[in-house]
């Protein structure tokens, strides 16, 4: 809630300005130096929006808002998400920063019409800014980002970096299947991964294209194993000693290796939307009913369209000569149904990530 105050303002040695706000419970505080201020504010009346942490985030004067250091005039509207760019101009292929980030003003001028190359890193670097609700915002050129020549050295990187994975598998002794899956709609891994934004998804750490973490791929397959094969009882499939040879449990590693699933073409990644319409009621753990009165909250995160994929799976030498083919065939199959009955990453239970198994390689 907004608290009244009186502005003042000083000037220092070195001639620049700033200011000061004492509210009417009599408590003073230094206004923060991002606030832009001169000798015309002196002494106006003024209303300060302050975090649960007690700091300003927001001056009204007048009516208006007071502006911060290096903030351009917005024409989108209250709310309006920032603009991001295409490269149609400057140096190199890729994408342009959006016009509002929270980047410092220097390093913005340096990167001014300099092509990012690396989704990645437009993405968790170059973050949009909405400054009317200060709050960073998911937003895409066009509502979608295309991985075609200006993000990928060359239309056939997947496949080789595919042919390299496999050679990489092969000269480390492991006995091991490769599986092609083809996604039927959308997929979202790692929405909960740790993000100014307020979603996420999971991207390559040197090459920043999206793909499916080992981690997230085995836990999608030992997870519909479980409701397949023992009735969603975890306990009674930790009793099962085919499950443990290949998933393990708490005191012993599992026997199969999991990789990470990489797409085969260039992937697309597109703004989606969760649109929440019972906020309160989420909120507040059913404190408020979930009525139609409430105001949805649109939030925007990105998801992958469908292509092929390229997921391993392998065991070392000596548990085949142990154990046989089972372990690995078993998966095999175990993946298969994982992949068309419950699908993998986020959401799932609204159809994303559900793929078809359409070649599996010795």
């Known amino acids: 809630m907004p608290e009244k105050a009186k502005l003042s303002v000083q000037k220092n040695k070195k001639g620049n300005f700033s200011g000061f706000l004492t509210?009417?419970?009599?408590?003073?505080?230094?206004?923060?130096?991002?606030?832009?201020?001169?000798?015309e504010h002196d002494g106006l009346e003024c209303e300060v929006e302050r975090?649960?942490?007690?700091?300003?985030?927001?001056?009204?004067?007048g009516g208006k808002k007071l502006p911060r250091r290096g903030e351009r005039e917005s024409t989108g509207g209250r709310g309006a998400a920032p603009e991001v760019q295409k490269e149609t101009a400057g140096r190199g292929t890729g994408l342009l920063l959006p016009k509002e980030t929270s980047l410092p003003s220097r390093t913005k001028e340096l990167l001014k019409g300099q092509a990012i190359e690396n989704f990645g890193l437009f993405l968790e670097k170059g973050v949009g800014y909405d400054r009317e609700k200060e709050v960073f915002r998911f937003s895409l050129p066009d509502k979608k980002v295309a991985f075609g020549p200006s993000l990928i050295p060359n239309r056939s990187f997947f496949e080789l970096l595919d042919k390299r994975r496999?050679?990489?598998?092969?000269?480390?002794?492991?006995?091991?299947?490769?599986?092609?899956?083809?996604?039927?709609?959308?997929?979202?891994?790692?929405?909960?991964?740790?993000?100014?934004?307020?979603?996420?998804?999971?991207?390559?750490?040197?090459?920043?294209?999206?793909?499916?973490?080992?981690?997230?791929?085995?836990?999608?397959?030992?997870?519909?194993?479980?409701?397949?094969?023992?009735?969603?009882?975890?306990?009674?499939?930790?009793?099962?000693?085919?499950?443990?040879?290949?998933?393990?449990?708490?005191?012993?590693?599992?026997?199969?290796?999991?990789?990470?699933?990489?797409?085969?073409?260039?992937?697309?990644?597109?703004?989606?939307?969760?649109?929440?319409?019972?906020?309160?009621?989420y909120q507040e753990g059913g404190k408020f009913p979930p009525g139609d009165y409430y105001h949805p909250v649109p939030v925007f995160f990105g998801a992958v369209e469908g292509r092929s994929w390229a997921f391993y799976v392998g065991v070392k030498e000596e548990v085949r000569e142990a154990s046989g083919e089972e372990p690995l065939n078993k998966v095999v199959k175990w993946l298969d149904y994982a992949f068309s009955a419950q699908g993998v990453g986020a959401k799932t239970s609204l159809g994303y990530g559900l793929m078809s198994v359409s070649a599996i390689d010795p």
């Open 51 to 61: 975090d649960r942490n007690g700091q300003v985030v927001r001056v009204l004067v």
């Open 23 to 39: 509210f009417d419970s009599g408590k003073k505080m230094s206004l923060p130096s991002h606030f832009v201020v001169g000798p």
């Open 166 to 281: 496999r050679q990489t598998i092969e000269s480390s002794g492991l006995e091991f299947r490769r599986i092609v899956a083809h996604l039927k709609g959308r997929l979202v891994v790692g929405l909960g991964a740790e993000s100014v934004y307020e979603v996420f998804l999971t991207l390559h750490p040197l090459y920043g294209f999206p793909y499916v973490p080992a981690s997230a791929f085995k836990g999608a397959v030992r997870s519909a194993v479980i409701w397949k094969e023992f009735g969603g009882k975890e306990g009674v499939a930790l009793a099962d000693s085919l499950f443990c040879l290949v998933f393990g449990r708490e005191e012993k590693q599992g026997t199969v290796r999991f990789f990470d699933g990489y797409p085969l073409e260039p992937p697309t990644v597109v703004e989606d939307v969760l649109n929440s319409h019972y906020a309160p009621y």
